[in-house]
């Protein structure tokens, strides 16, 4: 499963790169495309093309289910700030900051080393609270950090 996963993934990932960022599928011709359920595809969209990764996911109900997949572009999306804000508003796990992290650092708008502070800073073991505080306080200073990184 985790195979037929990786190579939608990347077929979609190129899809959106030859589409300058926004890329409308249909589930159904994907599906039949890999051979493999519909409910497939969604797995792939729902783990794969996060918000916490740099995508947003539309969908449309009928006419064939079409799902519109955006790549958010950090750097330039003028939206940035109330995104940020959206994604961030209620608490974050501490992986998924993490792989909010390793997004800022694909992009380039982080350095390695810049990431490996921000990492140490919002880490469970950094953020001396209640366990059932720490992902708000994390979201917090996360949304801080990224909205300076936007600015």
Request: proline residues 1%; charged residues 25%.
């Amino acid at each position: 499963m985790s195979a037929i996963s990786n190579i939608i993934e990347r077929f979609l990932k190129e899809l959106i790169q030859e589409a300058d960022g926004v890329v409308e599928i249909q589930r159904n011709e994907l599906a039949s495309k890999f051979e493999c359920a519909p409910s497939q595809i969604n797995y792939v969209l729902s783990t794969r093309f996060t918000p916490y990764k740099g995508y947003y996911i539309e969908s449309r109900r009928g006419g064939g289910g079409y799902i519109k997949i955006i790549k958010v572009n950090l750097q330039s999306d003028l939206h940035m700030e109330s995104i940020i804000r959206d994604v961030l508003s209620d608490g974050i796990t501490e992986m998924k900051a993490y792989e909010v992290i390793g997004v800022l650092l694909e992009e380039g708008i982080i350095t390695k080393r810049e990431s490996k502070i921000i990492k140490a800073s919002i880490s469970d073991r950094a953020l001396n609270c209640m366990q059932s505080e720490k992902n708000s306080i994390r979201a917090s200073i996360l949304r801080n950090v990224m909205l300076i990184l936007v600015n």
